[in-house]
């Protein structure tokens, strides 16, 4: 089983690491999150955060769900929630791994 950073890698997808953390943009999330559905992978959640003009990184615990294996979110209701995250929220990091 792959972990994140190395499918991110595989699929040529954006993604920028800070401090250990592996982030994806919000404007890229969408996409991400179609591609991890599209692979079949075991998704178990995400984390939200701020990039500070610094390069530090400040989660939003208020808005970083995980679920257990199986209660996974439908695709649509995920990106829904997605959207409504307010605009500080400026990277997510997304919790999955490959199936195979």
């Given at each position: 089983m792959a972990n994140r950073r190395k499918l991110l890698e595989t699929w040529s997808f954006p993604h920028v690491q800070r401090y250990g953390v592996t982030l994806v943009a919000?404007?890229?999330a969408a996409a991400c999150v179609e591609r991890i559905f599209a692979e079949d992978c075991r998704f178990y959640?995400?984390?939200?955060?701020?990039?500070?003009?610094?390069?530090k990184i400040q989660p939003h615990m208020e808005w970083s769900p995980?679920?257990?294996?199986?209660?996974?979110?439908?695709?649509?209701?995920l990106l829904a929630e997605l959207q409504l995250h307010p605009a500080g929220v400026t990277h997510y990091e997304f919790v999955f791994e490959s199936a195979a």
């Open positions: 919000r404007s890229d959640g995400y984390d939200s955060f701020t990039v500070l003009p610094d390069g995980s679920w257990s294996q199986g209660a996974t979110p439908l695709l649509a209701a």
